[in-house]
Every structure is written in C-alpha cells, then in structure tokens.
C-alpha cells in the first residue's frame, strides 16, 4: 500500500475514534427509552405520562440493503423494538402510529401485526392510527388492530389484496437460441423459473399461495374493524380508496390530520397534560454507518484494495424469488 493510502487509512481511523466519542451518549442523555440510534423528538410537553409516536415510513420490509449510501428510512427490527418497548413502558398510556406506507412483504407485515396483537392483549392501552400520503396493502394490514384510524382526504389506502409478480422470458430464450440447464430433485423445485413455461399445475400452486395470504388479510379487517366479512369481500379487490372513500366504507374512522391523531389519542386515554413524545432511528451522520454497508460497500474498501477478500467478503447477493407481498403495485 503506498504512502497516500496509509495517511487516507490513518484520517479515516482517527474520525472514527473520533466518533466513538460522540456516538455514544451517557445514560442521562438518552431519556425515557433506551435504545441504541434513537433519537427522542418531544412533540409536545406535558405531566410524567406519555404518548408515544412511533412511525412506519417506506416499505415494509426486512430486506433491503443498509448503509449511509444505501438507506431505507424503515427499518423492520428496529420498528419492531420499538413497539415493544413503548408498549412495556408503563409511562406510555397510548400509542399513535404513522403510517406512510405502500405496503411490503406478506411475512413482515404480519409480523407487525401479530406483535401488536399480542402487545395489546398483554398491556391494554389505545392505540390511534394516522394514515398520511398512503397507507395501503401491508400499510392499512399492520393500521386493522387499531382502536382509531384517522386519514387525510387526500390519503390513498385500501388495496387489499395480495400481489406475487414475475417475468418470464421463456419465448425470447427460445428465440435467441438460450438454453436452460437446470437439475432440480423435484418436478416443482424451479417453479416460476424465467426461462421455461408455466403449466396450469404451477399456476394453481402459486395462486393458492396467495389466496392463502389473501384469507389472513382479510381475517385481519373483520376482526380489528369489527366488519362484516361479506362487505370485507367486497372492498377488497385491489382497489385504492381516498381518505373520504374510505370514511365512507368504514376502512377509517374519522379524517383530519395528523394533530387530530393525537387529540384521539388523549381523550381515548383519559388523558389531559401528556407529554407526547416521538421516537425515530437517528439518522444523523456516523462514521460507523460506512462500516456498516460491509467491506465489499464500504469507503474503508476503497481505500484499501483487497479489505473484502481479506474479511471474507462476498458479493452481495439479490434474492430473485418471488414473494407475496401486501403491496399496492401494477
């Protein structure tokens, strides 16, 4: 390694040391809840009870790649950490959730709901849901437990459904002359591979796949809306609905906007004086968020050529299978 890259390696250790420092608060810095990167915005003071404000912005998903240059405002463990340790604060007496969402992934959404099932069994306090921009698909599934919906008249949700996508380029690989090799163990081991046809057996296969999901989202609104199944039939065909829309149908309850959220929240708590308090991931910039991407992403690689090979790193690999997925897409 010549000189130029030993003083660059050098700068670059010595800000991290650096940020060691400044990383790192002291417990009495970090206030009512204690988790690593977060970042406490008071919305509003008030007595010694709290109303917390936990959002979910982007897609919902456990998958996407992290990193300072590769950033996805959600973040599925960190959003699920959160929700616990809100709920297991006993200074919390309500929680109110953001959601901006299109959806995401069929396990992840589930997830969430499941947790806030079984937070809300576990430590009964309201919860109040605000749809922003969107909230549709996995956005309005993990919002169906809520004791309170409130949308914009501009908000877009709905979209109740599941969607499975794929391309398949099976006629174009015979017409290029491209051969697939494939060895599998089993007649079903390649489904929905891209270079050969898909038979009506393999077909039905996926779509009982999705019909499932379908079932559990729409068990889902019967039993957090407390609606009819047969009217759930009916509006979830796919279809997004306005803020109005969905007022009318019984997918919301109330429009406004996000301060009206949070008034809900205070009176279905009992509550006159809260303090309301936000919690999101901290975001601000850290050294240690370029050695996060891993040696194969991060600028430490750059500055010494072969790191990756000498941390073991490998290529970073992109799941090409699709999956269901609460999304609202075309």
């Not at 000189?3 to 800000?15: H, P």
């Not at 996805?72 to 959003?79: D, L, S």
């Not at 006993?90 to 995401?104: D, F, H, Q, T, Y």
């Amino acid at each position: 390694m010549n000189k130029k890259r030993w003083i660059a390696l050098i700068i670059f250790v010595a800000l991290v040391g650096v940020s060691i420092v400044v990383q790192f608060p002291s417990v009495e810095e970090i206030g009512f809840f204690h988790g690593e990167d977060w970042m406490e915005t008071v919305i509003e003071s008030g007595s010694e009870e709290l109303i917390t404000v936990l959002d979910v912005e982007g897609m919902i998903t456990a998958n996407l790649p992290s990193g300072y240059f590769y950033d996805q405002y959600y973040h599925h463990g960190f959003f699920l950490n959160q929700l616990q340790s809100v709920y297991e604060n006993p200074e919390v007496k309500a929680v109110v959730l953001r959601i901006n969402s299109s959806g995401g992934g069929v396990s992840e959404s589930d997830e969430i709901f499941q947790l806030i099932m079984d937070l809300r069994e576990e430590y009964p306090k309201p919860l109040v849901v605000f749809f922003d921009q969107v909230a549709a698909s996995g956005g309005y599934y993990i919002a169906a437990p809520a004791d309170h919906i409130v949308a914009t008249r501009n908000t877009l949700t709905g979209s109740i459904g599941v969607i499975m996508q794929s391309i398949n380029f099976h006629q174009m690989a015979e017409d290029w002359g491209v051969e697939d090799v494939t060895f599998k163990s089993g007649p079903y081991k390649d489904l929905m591979n891209p270079l050969r046809e898909m038979d009506e057996e393999e077909q039905a296969i996926l779509q009982s796949i999705v019909d499932e999901s379908y079932g559990f989202f729409v068990d889902a609104i019967v039993d957090g809306r407390g609606m009819d199944r047969s009217k759930v039939m009916t509006l979830a065909d796919g279809r997004v609905y306005t803020g109005p829309q969905a007022l009318e149908n019984g997918l919301v309850d109330s429009l406004g906007q996000f301060e009206d959220s949070l008034e809900v929240a205070k009176e279905l708590a009992g509550l006159e004086n809260p303090t309301i308090i936000r919690i999101q991931r901290d975001d601000s910039f850290s050294w240690w968020q370029l050695l996060a991407q891993g040696p194969e992403q991060s600028l430490l690689s750059r500055l010494v050529p072969g790191l990756a090979e000498m941390q073991g790193g490998r290529p970073v690999s992109v799941n090409n299978h699709a999956v269901p997925m609460y999304l609202w897409s075309w």
